[in-house]
C-alpha cells in the first residue's frame, strides 16, 4: 500500500540540529508537493514547510534561515534540516505529500504518522 513514512525525531539541547527524513513508497509515478507540519500540544497543525519537484520551497516565518527543505526526487525521500533549535521548535513533525496513485490513476493526498521533535536542556 501507498505509505509515508518519517524518522530523525529525538531530543536535542537547544541549539542543536536533527535531521528528518520521509519516505514514500508504494505504486505511486508522481509527487508533488511534499511539504512537513508540526504540532505542538493544545495548538493546530500549522505548515513548517514545502517544495515543489520544480524546487520551489517556502517556510513559515518562525523556521526561516534555521531549517532547509529537500527532496531527492529519484528516491522519493523528503529531508527537512533542523538547525539552531529552540524549545517552541517542539512538536509532532508530519510528513505530507500529495501523491499520483498509479493503480487507481488519481492524485490524492497522503500523511505519515508523525515522528516527535523535543527540544530541551
Known amino acids: 500500500q501507498v505509505q509515508l513514512v518519517e524518522s530523525g525525531g529525538g531530543l536535542v539541547q537547544p541549539g542543536g540540529s536533527l535531521r528528518l527524513s520521509c519516505a514514500a513508497s508504494?505504486?505511486?509515478?508522481?509527487?508533488?508537493?511534499m511539504a512537513w507540519y508540526r504540532q505542538a500540544p493544545g495548538k493546530q497543525r500549522e505548515l513548517v514547510a514545502i517544495?515543489?519537484?520544480?524546487?520551489?520551497?517556502n517556510y513559515a516565518d518562525s523556521v526561516q534561515g534555521r531549517f532547509t527543505i529537500s527532496r531527492d526526487n529519484a528516491e522519493n525521500t523528503l529531508y527537512l534540516q533542523m538547525n539552531s533549535l529552540k524549545p517552541e521548535d517542539t512538536a509532532v513533525y508530519y510528513c505530507?505529500?500529495?501523491?499520483?496513485?498509479?493503480?487507481?490513476?488519481?492524485?490524492?493526498?497522503?500523511w505519515g504518522q508523525g515522528t516527535q521533535v523535543t527540544v530541551s536542556s
Open positions: 508504494g505504486s505511486i509515478s508522481s509527487i508533488n508537493p
Open positions: 517544495t515543489t519537484v520544480s524546487g520551489h520551497t
Open positions: 505530507y505529500a500529495r501523491l499520483y496513485v498509479t493503480i487507481a490513476a488519481r492524485w490524492d493526498d497522503y
